[in-house]
């Protein structure tokens, strides 16, 4: 059983850039979830996603923004990319939204975004 | 953003040692996770908790959801050079928000 796929696993980006990652989750997962991690601040949610629907945001600026599409699949987009936003972006995926804590999530092994 | 308070922060121990780990907030969370993490890769999850003083074990970890359903503790038996890596709390918020707020992460680190 495949698991979580982000795309790509390394990115470097200039300096008011913009930034687009994918995030493919396991066969029959229906919610993603995006998070950002750094050594400073851990892990911070950023958003959850559900049916096509944003259904959680976490507290990040306009510039990160997602989607997701009807097969699941997600995406994030960060836009005027600034050097703080080098980080391991992480996608979780569950089943169903509401219903993480009965499985908890499956992480993906992320993109490592560098912002130069 | 909002964090668990996780210590400690790092650990250097023996192979064959036993380690201990916890994870406290003044908030009441309904579910504990417990993830682990290796370089490079996304956490991986070793135990999930749903009932206040629950104790579940996973082959050498053994994890307890507090009474007061404000911390929860992570023990590994017997540690071995491959239980390096970061071993990060989650709790759920039983909020409209419903998402988990993760630990700042215990890295371990074993000596053989």
């Known amino acids: 059983k495949a698991g979580v796929t982000q795309t790509p696993r390394y990115l470097i980006k200039t300096r008011g850039q913009q930034v687009t990652l994918s995030c493919s989750p396991i066969?029959?997962?229906?919610?993603v979830s995006w998070y950002q991690q750094t050594p400073g601040q851990g892990l911070q949610f950023l958003f959850e996603?559900?049916?096509?629907?944003?259904?959680n945001k976490g507290n990040f600026p306009g510039r990160f923004s997602g989607r997701q599409f009807s097969n699941s699949r997600s995406e994030m987009n960060v836009s005027t990319l600034e050097l703080g936003d080098s980080a391991l972006y992480l996608c979780?995926?569950?089943?169903?939204?509401?219903?993480?804590?009965?499985?908890?999530?499956?992480f993906g092994s992320g993109t490592r975004l560098t912002v130069v | 953003g909002q964090q668990l308070n996780q210590s400690p922060q790092s650990m250097f121990i023996q192979e064959g040692e036993d380690v201990s780990m916890n994870c406290t907030s003044s908030?009441?969370?309904?579910?504990w996770l417990w993830y682990k993490q290796d370089p490079g890769e996304g956490p991986v999850l070793l135990i999930a908790l749903y009932k206040a003083g629950e104790l579940t074990s996973n082959g050498r970890l053994t994890a307890q959801f507090g009474i007061t359903r404000k911390d929860s503790f992570l023990n590994i038996s017997a540690s071995i050079p491959s239980d390096v890596g970061i071993y990060f709390c989650a709790g759920h918020v039983a909020s409209g928000t419903y998402k988990y707020i993760f630990g700042t992460g215990t890295r371990l680190k074993v000596l053989a």
């Open positions: 996603y559900f049916s096509e629907t944003q259904r």
């Open positions: 066969s029959g997962h229906r919610s």
């Open positions: 979780a995926s569950s089943r169903n939204f509401l219903r993480e804590w009965v499985d908890g999530y499956t």
């Open positions: 908030s009441i969370f309904n579910t």
